[in-house]
């Protein structure tokens, strides 16, 4: 890993925290608040790529655990991590590798439409899908309930799904992507 690429994956780890400065917003129905760090997360993906993507979402839950209050609502340490939004969290690698993946896949033909769809796919539907049933089971709910009140997330999440599309799109020139795929290009011919 390049210095170039650690300071990136520390960048984004920053800017989580510092998304998790601005407040939640609590539903009530459900015990999961909505996060402006999801948007973090998804352009992480989309913008640094699989490899720094997930190192700097790693990065950032490693130092939740070790206490930092960077979580929505200034929450940090081990306890934070074990409540009813882990599953939501722990998809956070894992969604910014799978938005990586597929943004560098298209990265020669990339363009709005195709980044959209990937973060709505990646940045949406499946840290839902991974966050709602480990909610269900830490919260001792059903895991259909527990989707449905993910619901309530979804209008929210596509506008920071598209948002974090149209950053990455307008930043692609200065993307660690460039890198990445400079790198296959020369491995090929």
Not at 21 to 38: A, K, R, Y
Not at 130 to 156: E, Q
Not at 163 to 172: D, T
């Amino acid at each position: 890993m390049t210095t170039k690429e650690m300071v990136y994956a520390a960048l984004f780890a920053a800017l989580l925290g510092v998304l998790g400065m601005i407040p939640p917003i609590p539903l009530g129905f459900i015990p999961v608040p909505i996060t402006l760090q999801t948007f973090g997360v998804i352009l992480a993906g989309c913008f640094l790529g699989k490899k720094i993507g997930t190192i700097s979402m790693v990065l950032f839950i490693v130092l939740v655990a070790l206490g930092l209050p960077l979580l929505s609502g200034g929450r940090g340490g081990i306890g934070a991590l074990m409540g009813p939004s882990i599953g939501y969290i722990l998809s956070w690698p894992f969604a910014a590798f799978f938005i990586g993946y597929f943004t560098e896949k298209a990265w020669s033909t990339l363009n709005l439409w195709k980044v959209i769809g990937v973060t709505l796919v990646f940045g949406v539907l499946f840290i839902n899908i991974v966050g709602a049933p480990i909610m269900a089971m830490i919260t001792h709910t059903s895991i259909v309930g527990a989707l449905m009140g993910g619901l309530a997330f979804l209008p929210g999440d596509c506008i920071k799904a598209v948002l974090a599309a149209v950053v990455a799109v307008q930043l692609k020139a200065v993307s660690p992507i460039n890198t990445v795929a400079l790198r296959h290009v020369v491995r090929t011919h």
